[in-house]
Nanobody, 127 residues
Framework: VQLAESGGGLVQPGGSLKLSCVTS????????VGWFRRAPGKEREFVAA????????SYADSVKGRVTLFRDNAETTVSLQMSSLKPEDTAVYYC?????????????????????WGQGTRVTVSS
């Protein structure tokens, strides 16, 4: 499974961006998916995730209400719609995929849960 993110760029505070993650090799069917980000000088942090088995979503408190994760019906693209962006949202954003498990060892908010990662797309929020 190979993941490729796109959609990053420079946006003004208060603006919106839609990040996309496309898979090649196989579809996202049977995979849980997540988005993480790494801001300059900071650790990688969880942003959002979607569980394949029940379709549930989870979001970090820092983005809740401003970010929505979508999975397309063809299961080839996962998107992250972001709005009301703030300078502190500036980071490289990564999508990740994890084989769906009934009893996973790690939570979807933990990077250890994921088996595949993209190369990242940079988002800069600045006026």
């Amino acid at each position: 499974v190979q993941l490729a993110e796109s959609g990053g760029g420079l946006v003004q505070p208060g603006g919106s961006l839609k990040l996309s993650c496309v898979t090649s090799g196989r579809t996202f069917s049977s995979f849980d998916v997540g988005w993480f980000r790494r801001a300059p000088g900071k650790e990688r942090e969880f942003v959002a995730a979607a569980r394949w088995r029940d379709g549930s979503r989870s979001y970090a408190d820092s983005v809740k209400g401003r970010v929505t994760l979508f999975r397309d019906n063809a299961e080839t693209t996962v998107s992250l719609q972001m709005s009301s962006l703030k300078p502190e949202d500036t980071a490289v954003y990564y999508c990740a995929a994890a084989i769906s498990l009934q009893f996973p060892r790690f939570d979807l908010s933990q990077p250890e849960r994921y088996d595949y990662w993209g190369q990242g797309t940079r988002v800069t929020v600045s006026s």
